[in-house]
């Protein structure tokens, strides 16, 4: 599958230091010429920060994404850092699975399409 990255003029996708996929590194140091600066975070709690950091910027892509495909590759970069998230975490999609059910059981999903309109 050939997939597209979507070139975007977000402020938040040019915020450093940040986390990055394994090969971007090296994509960029092809694409440019240039020697990438990084390091590997060691630490547990500071892989947590940068990935929370990372998730909030990939749902700002996904909010701002334009059509199908974009919004398409915005959700699998946002699963791909809910993976990290939870294998840090020892958790798994079955536990989080339940737990979406179990909410969707109590309060419902977002099928319906409610938008409610003030404060209680």
């Known amino acids: 599958m050939e997939l597209e990255h979507f070139e975007t003029n977000l402020a938040k996708e040019k915020i450093y230091p ?3 996929r394994d090969n971007i590194p090296e994509v960029v140091g092809q694409k440019t010429g240039k020697e990438v600066k ?3 975070l ?3 709690q500071e892989y947590l920060e940068f990935l929370l950091k990372k998730v909030e ?3 700002y892509e996904l ?3 334009e059509g199908r495909e974009h919004l398409a590759e915005e959700v699998a970069d946002v699963m791909e850092i ?3 998230l939870l294998e840090l975490n020892g958790l798994s999609w079955e536990e989080i699975m339940k737990i979406k059910q ?5 309060r419902g999903g977002f099928k319906k399409r409610i ?3 003030e404060e209680v």
């Open 102 to 106: 179990a909410k969707a059981e109590e």
């Open 115 to 117: 938008l409610m309109l």
């Open 82 to 84: 809910l993976d990290s």
């Open 42 to 44: 060691e630490g547990d």
């Open 57 to 59: 910027e990939e749902a």
């Open 18 to 20: 940040k986390l990055v």
């Open 63 to 65: 909010a701002h994404a």
């Open 38 to 40: 990084t390091r590997i």
